[in-house]
């Protein structure tokens, strides 16, 4: 599985954004897609994920929203309200398997999209 991630910016707080992450090579549906965020100096960290059920990270709940379109073989992430400790670089990934918060569990990777906000 290949992953292209793409949509990050530069938004003011209280703004919005939206990600997308392109899947290519097997089938799409039957994999967990999860987006995690990494910022500067500190660990990667679980922001939601989807199968048929979504999860999210206390931190956005509320705020974030993700989903998919098996068709278009994409994962979206929906971010409103935006605050600037939500600037990281954001990762989307898969695993073939069941939900996981813990990036270890991913088997794969897309390259990562800076989501930067600005106070």
């Known amino acids: 599985v290949q992953l292209q991630a793409s949509g990050g910016g530069l938004v003011q707080a209280g703004g919005s954004l939206r990600l997308s992450c392109a899947a290519s090579?097997?089938?799409?549906?039957?994999?967990?897609m999860g987006w995690f965020r990494q910022a500067p100096g500190k660990d990667r960290e679980f922001v939601a994920s989807?199968?048929?059920?979504?999860y999210y990270a206390d931190s956005v709940k509320g705020r974030f929203t993700i989903s998919r379109d098996n068709a278009a073989n994409t994962v979206f992430l929906q971010m409103n309200s935006l605050k600037p400790e939500d600037t990281a670089v954001y990762y989307c990934?898969?695993?073939?398997?069941?939900?996981?918060?813990?990036?270890?569990?991913?088997?794969?990777w897309g390259q990562g999209t800076q989501v930067t906000v600005s106070s």
């Open positions: 990934a898969a695993r073939y398997s069941s939900h996981s918060r813990r990036s270890a569990d991913y088997e794969y």
């Open positions: 090579g097997r089938t799409f549906s039957g994999y967990v």
């Open positions: 989807i199968k048929w059920s979504t």
